[in-house]
């Protein structure tokens, strides 16, 4: 038997070590903590959050940290505490559960199981006495024990059923192929156009989050179709976005989401993945429209990242807390008064004229920085100016208390952090950039054990085994290095990730892939990771992954892999399109992927400046110097391009346009027929 204390104080994660002094006593999720439910015939509580969640931390004061209420905790149930950001397999799971029973998702996650894992009752977050139309805690717990006292059977049938449902749902094995077909990305993209709120960009409604797998299908959209149409929805998404209170104006950076559908109050937790996609969408837009405005704000982005969120050795840090001295939003905010505190009257009356200082009815802190769409503009204009009024303001900020920063390393999220750094490295000629997104990659890999990268880590604490997500998010990410570096060093390591990928996660008909590696123990179904989140699924980055690195290679037998694995993924999401628009968004590029082979003059290379300003993301590119033979690729019909004069080689699928030999004729084509057809 475990003992009956709270166990979480030895865990590495952030979030649990932020309920170790809790009465509870709680059990980081184990083998162990599933056989003592067994022994002690008790179902399981199961609380599942992440260290930046406000209503995680609301619970936890109102609850879990009220020693009644803990008691009755400990009385009646195994009480067993998950850092969804650690454990997204788990997560996953029971969110599906939840969602199966009528239920709107969120965090905290709060579900009950029988001893043997499977999922029976639940719901998010619970206030300790009735309200908000919800029943108090407490009555909540005894109604559940008296349930499964006394309906024991009934209750069992109906977990068999409930799991039953989530192995189907998650953890498809149906041999269902569909076509790989541009219908697929235009219809869903038609359907994302539906949606999409004229007035304020993304989905209509609030709360309101930036939805990037939905923006990347409207994005591929244009690139492909040229629906501009759909690029304007993004275009126009970015710029409120990045106009509203969602955007740290002082600081930079992305807040998770609004909580009223116009961006205007944020829920205040920065999220590395949020921001790592952020940087990547704003520097398609600025290469497609020049706009000024997307260069400042990857700029102001990067500059945050690399200031607040990178951790010792260079890998980056999961987020930032929603709080700070117990209170949403009081680092970010300011009041008119502060403001004029560190500015003199002309800068204060320049900084107020371009900004905004909002406190709608609902809120109840400080004012919230923010612009309207003239003001954004307007502030275009002098942009040295508002830049050293911002920076005289994060002076003064620094010295406030600060949120908490959850500083555990996650595979897949830096992934997506060192892949956007490294494309917007080359497009900005901004060497110091691919250099941080090297150092990130580095500290990762050198974290290996037995050739396998960790999920997480933290210190010394390093979780294993990883999950599909960060193979194929480092594999993106090495190939983003290589196309930025051309070392032929991140090739490898991308082909290294991949074997791994083959070895612990493919299925048994290799069709596709799980979640969760085949040595892993302490799940209670095995899953696909076929479901986006906040970023692309796990499964929709191994088909990228597998089509750039064929493609690059020109490797017709990788390249057919990718298809049958796409095919596969996309028969599974034929009804699903909108949660697995991952899927369809890596099917398209599966379907119809880009390359070009740049010969280049190393002294001035003029090719490379001309593909590095317009960045495209089905694309994948190489450079080699003059009269270097070009081994590491091939063209279409097994070819070697010829390096003996500069040129450029742009290949769709297996047709090439003729050699551009014009470094200008490469740009305006790249600029204005990006979808690479003859």
């Known amino acids: 038997m475990l003992p009956q204390r709270n166990l979480l104080a030895e865990e590495a994660s952030h979030y649990l070590k932020q309920h170790s002094g809790n009465p509870v006593q709680w059990r980081p999720w184990s083998a162990t903590a599933l056989q003592e439910a067994s022994v002690l015939d008790r179902p399981i509580l199961l609380s599942i959050g992440y260290a930046a969640c406000h209503w995680c931390h609301v619970m936890a004061h109102e609850s879990f940290e009220n020693h009644d209420v803990a008691a009755v905790m400990n009385r009646l149930f195994v009480n067993i505490k998950v850092d969804r950001e650690e454990r997204p397999d788990i997560d996953q799971i029971y969110m599906a559960a939840l969602s199966a029973m009528g239920e709107q998702g969120g965090w905290p996650l709060t ?25 108090g805690f407490v009555q909540v717990l005894e109604a559940v024990d008296k349930a499964w006292r006394e309906q024991r059977g009934s209750i069992s049938q109906s977990a068999d059923r409930l799991l039953a449902h989530v192995d189907a749902r998650l ?113 398609w837009a600025f290469a497609e429209t020049g706009n000024p405005l997307f260069r400042i704000r990857i700029e102001e982005t990067i500059a945050w990242l690399l200031r ?13 807390d929603a709080d700070s001295d117990g209170e949403e ?30 406190a709608p009815p609902a809120w109840e802190g400080d004012p919230i920085v923010r612009q309207t769409p003239a003001q954004q503009a307007g502030s275009l204009t002098h942009p040295q100016e508002i830049a050293a009024l911002k920076e005289k303001l994060l002076q003064k900020r620094q010295k406030r208390v600060r949120p908490g920063r959850d500083s555990k390393v996650l595979a897949d999220w830096n992934g997506l952090a060192i892949a956007a750094l490294a494309e917007c490295g080359r497009s900005f000629s901004r060497p110091d950039w691919v250099e941080a997104a090297r150092k990130a990659f580095h500290q990762i890999m050198a974290a290996r054990q037995n050739g396998r990268i960790p999920h997480s880590m933290l210190g010394e604490a390093k979780l294993f085994p990883a999950l599909s997500s960060d193979y194929a998010s480092m594999a993106n990410a090495a190939i983003a290095l290589f196309e930025a570096t051309q070392d032929q060093i991140y090739i490898n390591e991308a082909n290294a990730l991949l074997e791994e990928l083959d070895l612990w996660y493919q299925d048994e008909s290799r069709t596709g892939y799980y979640l969760t590696a085949s040595d892993s123990s302490d799940v209670p179904i095995r899953i696909r990771g076929d479901i986006d989140e906040a970023v ?21 037998a990788g390249y057919e892999k990718a298809v049958k694995i796409a095919s596969h993924a996309a028969g599974r999401a034929r009804n699903q399109q909108y949660g697995q628009a991952g899927i369809v968004n890596a099917c398209a590029l599966a379907a119809q992927p880009l390359k070009l082979v740049l010969i280049d003059d190393p002294d001035k290379p003029a090719f490379v400046s001309a593909a590095n300003r317009y960045p495209d993301p089905r694309r994948v590119d190489l450079a080699f110097p003059l009269g270097i033979s070009a081994e590491s690729t091939r063209l279409p019909g097994g070819l070697l391009p010829p390096t003996g004069r500069p040129g450029a080689f742009l290949c769709t699928g297996q047709v090439c346009l003729p050699v551009i030999e014009d470094p200008a004729e490469l740009q305006r084509y790249l600029h204005g027929r990006s979808d690479g057809t003859a």
């Open 111 to 135: 579900m009950f199981l029988t001893p043997d894992a499977k999922p029976f009752w639940g719901g998010t977050y619970f206030p300790p006495e009735p309200r908000y139309g919800r029943p």
């Open 329 to 358: 939003g009081l680092f970010y905010t300011w009041t008119e008064r502060q403001i004029r505190s560190c500015l003199d009257d002309g800068e204060a009356q320049l900084f107020l004229r371009h900004f905004h200082l909002t």
């Open 536 to 556: 692309p699924s796990a499964t929709g980055q191994i088909i990228e992954a597998l089509t750039r690195l064929s493609t690059l290679a020109g490797d017709s």
């Open 171 to 283: 953890a498809s094995r149906a041999a269902v192929e569909d076509q790989l077909t541009a219908a697929a990305l235009a219809d869903l993209a038609a359907g994302i156009d539906q949606m999409i709120d004229p007035q304020a960009g993304v989905l209509r409604g609030a709360p309101k989050f930036p939805n990037a797998p939905f923006m990347q299908t409207l994005w591929l959209s244009w690139l492909r179709d040229r629906n501009r149409k759909h690029r304007d929805d993004v275009l126009l998404s970015l710029e409120l976005m990045l106009a509203g209170g969602i955007y740290d104006h002082i600081g930079g950076g992305l807040c998770r989401y609004s909580t009223d559908a116009d961006w205007t109050v944020p829920h205040f937790e920065k999220m590395l993945y949020d921001n790592a996609q952020l940087i990547r969408f704003c520097n």
């Open 308 to 320: 607040e969120m990178r951790v010792e050795d260079g890998a980056f840090a999961s987020s930032l």
